[in-house]
């Protein structure tokens, strides 16, 4: 993804193909050391193309690709979880009422 990012850089900086030597001076400058292999294997892969057909391409992947998910159980959760809540509000209820009893019980408040 950093040669990914460092070759945008490098186009939007007015490199219309930028060579493994751009990319390399652009990820020096934030202190990432480049592999010579993969930095290879992005730029051709890239060769040749605009940055709008990239784009374009990569939204399309990704409105392909499911997100969120899980509606099913999500939407079976709250039914399951209804008296479970009801439990806990009434464990809340109980124990708010315990407590001011026990202020009471001593005597003094905190900011007495």
Do not use: H
């Not at 939007?12 to 294997?41: C, F, H, M, R, Y």
């Not at 060769?47 to 099913?72: D, N, T």
Request: without cysteine; glycine residues 10%; hydrophobic residues 40%.
């Amino acid at each position: 993804m950093r040669y990914v990012a460092a070759y945008l850089l490098a186009v939007i900086g007015g490199k219309a193909s930028p060579t493994q030597n751009d990319i390399e001076k652009i990820l020096s400058s934030v202190g990432i050391e480049a592999d010579a292999e993969k930095l290879k294997k992005v730029i051709a892969s890239l060769e040749g193309k605009s940055i709008e057909e990239l784009i374009a391409e990569g939204r399309s992947k990704l409105s392909s690709m499911p997100v969120g998910g899980g509606g099913a159980a999500a939407a079976a959760a709250p039914a399951a979880a209804a008296p479970a809540a009801e439990e806990k509000k009434e464990d809340k209820k109980a124990a708010k009422e315990d407590s001011e009893s026990d202020d009471d019980d001593m005597g003094f408040g905190l900011f007495d």
